[in-house]
């Protein structure tokens, strides 16, 4: 009992360990600025933007699948919002139309419409296929990766997609992570008196509300038992009556949707849409998943480990960042993280079976 709750605990003894190392490198060769308030902030909001599309990309690891496509989907559902503001209605030629009147306020809700519907639309897609041609869905999505880049690039006309300044809403300052108290969703936390004041992106509390409803979803619902069965084996869930190819068509559009809240939030901290950006993003959401003790095997996975992981990340590339390490051995030390977490997954199986006869060998070399 106790070996099973330290491997549940794993992910989250890694991020503390991680955050000790950085602090104490920081505080020897950096400028001492990991542990701060503002830091923090800008942890918490650029895991954010990894955890909620990691969220839809726990279920489908869970279901026993992979999506590769989710990156190119994610910035190609904030191409779409970056599109729909540039051309909002303007009251002149000359003017754009005011942020708060009806019209706009009408365009922007059909704008986010739109946003969720292309990302539910690019997971459907991805879904239907896997179910329909039984093609593992590693390929599938590797297709359709490059179709929603191709898709986005079309419709940005192969560049950055720029909306006006005027057409952007004060509430998308989702991501901000400054001083200004009234770019907060909630107002900041005054502790311990007055002395320290504690602010919360709005980017947070919008992963914390994603993440309860999909835990709910998970662990509450026939929906999410049925999930975790055929990621167990499909073959046996089909035997006690579930429908898999709908179940399956239904874990990727659900994931979709939490790809268009990710493209959501990318338009909210870079306030523009660049199809290319996406290419390389489905690797971070995928790790995010991994390194919080999901399974790629399938049948295991939590939202709240998800949430772990996409914070080892950040923790990771947030720390090098201060200490003045080059991008390119950041992007060497995640992948090597991966691939202990993956490694680790496969001894909690047995495997491989090499290694385990090896350590339960005899001093005499009998088994």
Same mark, same amino acid.
Not at 4 to 30: E, H, M, N, S
Not at 96 to 105: V, Y
Not at 137 to 154: A, D, H
Not at 327 to 335: A, M, P, V
């Given at each position: 009992m106790l070996k099973k709750q330290l491997w549940k605990l794993g992910p989250l003894l890694a991020f503390f360990a991680i955050l000790v190392f950085f602090w104490l490198a920081d505080r020897t060769w950096g400028q001492g600025q990991f542990i701060s308030a503002r830091n923090f902030r800008v942890m918490m909001s650029s895991a954010a933007l990894i955890a909620v599309p990691a969220f839809g990309m726990t279920i489908i690891i869970i279901s026993g699948g992979i999506d590769l496509s989710a990156g190119t989907a994610l910035t190609l559902c904030g191409t779409v919002l970056a599109l729909m503001l540039k051309h909002a209605p303007v009251a002149a030629p000359e003017t754009l139309l005011e942020s708060g009147s009806m019209q706009f306020t009408l365009w922007m809700g059909f704008a986010l419409l739109l946003m969720v519907l292309t990302g539910a639309g690019c997971g459907m897609v991805n879904g239907t296929l896997i179910s329909a041609t039984k093609v593992v869905p590693f390929i599938v999505t590797l297709g359709t990766m490059t179709i929603y880049l191709g898709i986005g690039q079309i419709l940005s006309q192969e560049s950055t997609v720029y909306a006006p300044k005027e057409n952007v809403?004060?509430? @998308?300052? #989702?991501?901000?992570?400054?001083?200004?108290?009234?770019? =907060?969703?909630?107002?900041?936390? %005054?502790? +311990?008196?007055?002395?320290?004041?504690?602010?919360?992106?709005?980017?947070?509390?919008?992963? @914390?509300? #994603?993440?309860?409803?999909?835990?709910?979803?998970?662990? =509450?619902?026939?929906?999410?038992? %049925?999930? +975790?069965?055929?990621?167990?084996?499909?073959?046996?869930?089909?035997?006690?009556?579930?429908?898999a190819p709908l179940t399956i068509t239904a874990v990727y559009t659900l994931a979709g949707f939490f790809v268009a809240i990710g493209g959501l939030l990318y338009f909210a901290d870079v306030k523009n849409g660049n199809p290319s950006d996406g290419t390389g993003k489905e690797l971070e959401i995928i790790a995010a998943v991994v390194l919080g003790g999901g399974s790629l095997s399938g049948g295991r996975g939590s939202i709240v480990g998800t949430m772990i992981g996409a914070m080892i990340i950040t923790a990771i590339r947030n720390g090098c960042g201060l200490l003045s390490i080059p991008n390119t051995y950041t992007l060497i030390i995640i992948g090597c993280i991966i691939i202990v977490a993956v490694v680790v997954d496969q001894l909690r199986h047995g495997s491989p079976e090499w290694f385990f006869r090896m350590i339960t060998r005899n001093p005499r070399g009998n088994s």
């Amino acid at each position: 009992m106790l070996k099973k709750q330290l491997w549940k605990l794993g992910p989250l003894l890694a991020f503390f360990a991680i955050l000790v190392f950085f602090w104490l490198a920081d505080r020897t060769w950096g400028q001492g600025q990991f542990i701060s308030a503002r830091n923090f902030r800008v942890m918490m909001s650029s895991a954010a933007l990894i955890a909620v599309p990691a969220f839809g990309m726990t279920i489908i690891i869970i279901s026993g699948g992979i999506d590769l496509s989710a990156g190119t989907a994610l910035t190609l559902c904030g191409t779409v919002l970056a599109l729909m503001l540039k051309h909002a209605p303007v009251a002149a030629p000359e003017t754009l139309l005011e942020s708060g009147s009806m019209q706009f306020t009408l365009w922007m809700g059909f704008a986010l419409l739109l946003m969720v519907l292309t990302g539910a639309g690019c997971g459907m897609v991805n879904g239907t296929l896997i179910s329909a041609t039984k093609v593992v869905p590693f390929i599938v999505t590797l297709g359709t990766m490059t179709i929603y880049l191709g898709i986005g690039q079309i419709l940005s006309q192969e560049s950055t997609v720029y909306a006006p300044k005027e057409n952007v809403p004060d509430w @998308l300052n #989702l991501c901000y992570t400054g001083s200004n108290a009234e770019n =907060y969703l909630i107002p900041p936390v %005054n502790l +311990f008196g007055s002395e320290i004041t504690f602010k919360i992106p709005s980017s947070v509390f919008i992963t @914390l509300f #994603l993440a309860f409803a999909a835990g709910v979803l998970m662990r =509450y619902t026939v929906f999410g038992r %049925n999930i +975790f069965a055929i990621g167990s084996s499909e073959s046996t869930a089909r035997l006690c009556g579930i429908n898999a190819p709908l179940t399956i068509t239904a874990v990727y559009t659900l994931a979709g949707f939490f790809v268009a809240i990710g493209g959501l939030l990318y338009f909210a901290d870079v306030k523009n849409g660049n199809p290319s950006d996406g290419t390389g993003k489905e690797l971070e959401i995928i790790a995010a998943v991994v390194l919080g003790g999901g399974s790629l095997s399938g049948g295991r996975g939590s939202i709240v480990g998800t949430m772990i992981g996409a914070m080892i990340i950040t923790a990771i590339r947030n720390g090098c960042g201060l200490l003045s390490i080059p991008n390119t051995y950041t992007l060497i030390i995640i992948g090597c993280i991966i691939i202990v977490a993956v490694v680790v997954d496969q001894l909690r199986h047995g495997s491989p079976e090499w290694f385990f006869r090896m350590i339960t060998r005899n001093p005499r070399g009998n088994s």
